[in-house]
């Protein structure tokens, strides 16, 4: 190495430099006026021409060469030293990036040069400080059409979204779309319609549920983005056909019992079958369930239940929900929206049920508790019996299990008090329900669920499907509670809370266990009847509104009792009804509950 003062413009440039890209006139004119006031003060480095020239090629400070000339300065101080074999392509290239950031495209042309005169990845980004994944990242650049390279080259990038989407098309589809829109001289190219018009539906291999053998059967070839975080599984095809057929297979092989494929609705939400009650809480034995793909190709599953066939009254005509149907001629004024929509009754009512099940398994229970609540159970409204003290039949006989529990082998009651407690426990939950509908207990399940803590068994409510139900006023309490600021659209603010109640938990109070005054006052009332009253009856309130809820209209002799023959329509068994857990498995669970 040495040093000597020579005229700068006798100096050649390298051509194979690694910076392309034009530097900006705010830069130049930057260090124009530094070199005009002090001079240059780190020499440019430079090396004999090689192919037999007498001159000297420039390997590091073509800009300063550039201004010193611009500075009109006659002599400038270099560092002679001897040509690299690749003609200092490795130094122009780690000189470029210390000092300024290259251009994304004169890196990707470094770095193909650096390949070609054997270098590999690895090397390459061990001496620039690069992992690999970002060299493999700007090689990516070798997939981008020429024309709009030289164009990125000028300081016109698209960023990485974009750049991603064009380099994974094809050339001749790139050449098309450049050449509707390429932009004028001096202009910006439109990278947000280019990349748009070339983008394709990529569906990803994390979201897929088969395997590699459902893939090579329907020749799914996974292409991996090194454009996506390094620690995910960023592989994909653009193949939605196949990809599409291969999850539809893997439903169809896996369906569960009482299992059913279900289409979509224009807005991506699964269309249930005529009838059928979506389940938001945890769903039972017999529900079923639903699998569809959604919008992203995932596989979905919906838990549903049919509900039985509803009775009709005496005059043949179907009646909702047991009432009979009258001719109301009286208009009302309009009422104002409730905070909570028949939907978000029906969530809360699940909510409730599978809380109360858990906490008549789970909560401690004292045994004189336990007793009362089991008197409370058989007054619910949804339990129906077969009375000794009349001929009216109150309902299917769903309990022998329970009692069996109970009887010994010769015939005679012989029961511990655990297996006492754990037939109570297993009884009342069979009995208690909040469910809306046919099975719900009223007010009695409420009193239960309140007096054994069933609050602390609610789910968390912050979920968007019950947020949906709420209305603005209910939201906004919502988020005031939970310190979260208001958005100025409903479905920001709802946004705001499903992401704030992720961490947290969330309960609506009107989903609370706590019964309503006026349901306790009915319910002591109902008991304040003289037994004057109830001569020749059939020992039950005719004018029992909650009864006529469940009921329908009182059950005349002309319809028919239960019989003999007729028991075998009622269920009497766990299998022909409902039931989220079997009792035997859940035996030592309630047995831990109750010691």
């Known amino acids: 190495m040495q040093i000597l003062k020579l005229d700068p413009r006798a100096l050649k440039d390298n051509p194979d430099d690694t910076r392309r890209s034009k530097s900006s006139p705010q830069s130049d004119a930057l260090l124009l006026a530094t070199v005009k006031a002090v001079g240059i003060i780190q020499p440019p480095v430079i090396s004999p021409e ?57 890196q990707w042309r470094g770095i193909e040069r650096l390949v070609a005169l054997g270098w590999t990845e690895e090397a390459i980004g061990v001496a620039l400080a690069l992992p690999v994944r970002q060299i493999r990242k700007l090689r990516l650049l070798a997939n981008v059409l020429p024309p709009m390279l030289d164009h990125m080259a000028l300081g016109d990038m698209p960023n990485e979204q974009q750049l991603r989407t064009i380099a994974a098309a094809s050339l001749d589809e790139q050449k098309e779309v450049w050449k509707a829109n390429k932009p004028k001289k001096s202009e910006r190219a439109d990278w947000y319609n280019i990349s748009r018009a070339l983008s394709k539906t990529r569906m990803f291999a994390k979201d897929a549920s088969f395997g590699d053998d459902l893939a090579a059967a329907y020749g799914i070839e996974w292409v991996e983005d090194l454009f996506a975080p390094a620690d995910q599984d960023s592989r994909y095809t653009t193949n939605v056909e196949a990809f599409l057929g291969a999850q539809q297979e893997w439903m169809t092989s896996n369906l569960p019992k009482k299992g059913a494929i279900i289409e979509v609705n224009n807005w991506g939400q699964p269309e249930l079958p005529k009838k059928a009650e979506r389940v938001y809480g945890k769903p039972s034995k017999s529900d079923h369930v639903g699998m569809y793909l959604d919008r992203d190709g995932k596989v979905q599953s919906v838990a549903y239940r049919i509900p039985e066939e509803k009775k009709k009254g005496k005059g043949g005509a179907a009646t909702a929900g047991g009432l009979p149907e009258t001719d109301d001629t ?23 049920t599978d809380a109360l099940h858990e906490a008549l398994g789970r909560a401690p229970i004292e045994d004189d508790m336990l007793m009362a609540l089991l008197v409370l159970a058989f007054a619910g409204l949804n339990v129906r019996v077969d009375s000794g003290a009349s001929d009216t039949v109150f309902g299917p006989k769903r309990f022998k299990r329970h009692a069996a529990r109970l009887i010994g082998e010769d015939g005679r009651l012989a029961f511990d008090g655990e297996t006492l407690r754990v037939a109570a426990r297993s009884m009342l939950i069979d009995v208690l329900s909040c469910r ?28 968007e499907d019950f947020l949906l139900c709420l209305s603005r006023q209910a939201m906004e309490a919502a988020a005031k509670e939970a310190n979260v600021l208001p958005r100025q659209k409903v479905r920001e603010t709802r946004a705001a809370l499903v992401d704030h109640f992720r961490q947290e938990r969330f309960v609506h109070t009107a989903a609370l266990f706590a019964p309503d005054p006026q349901d306790i006052v009915d319910l002591i009332k109902s008991g304040e009847v003289l037994d004057g009253d109830t001569k020749g009856h059939d020992g039950r309130d005719d004018n029992s509104a909650e009864e006529e809820d469940v009921d329908g209209s009182a059950l005349g002799e002309e319809e028919g009792l239960a019989t003999p023959e007729d028991e075998a329509d009622l269920p009497d068994s766990a299998d022909d009804a409902p039931e989220a857990v079997d009792p035997d498995e859940e035996q030592d669970a309630y047995g831990i509950a109750a010691e």
């Open 50 to 106: 090689i192919d037999g020239g007498n001159g000297y090629i420039i390997q590091a400070g073509h800009r300063r060469v550039k201004q010193a000339i611009a500075a009109g300065m006659e002599e400038i101080t270099v560092l002679v030293v001897e040509a690299a074999n690749d003609n200092g392509a490795m130094r122009s290239m780690v000189e470029n990036i210390a000092r300024e950031p290259l251009n994304p495209v004169d």
């Open 330 to 352: 009286v208009v009302d004024a309009p009422k104002s929206r409730p905070e909570v929509t028949q939907k978000g009754q029906d969530m809360i009512g699940d909510f409730r």
């Open 436 to 463: 809306r509908g046919m099975s719900n207990s009223g007010v009695i399940s409420r009193i239960a669920g309140d007096a054994i803590g069933a609050d602390n068994f609610l789910p968390n409510m912050g979920s």
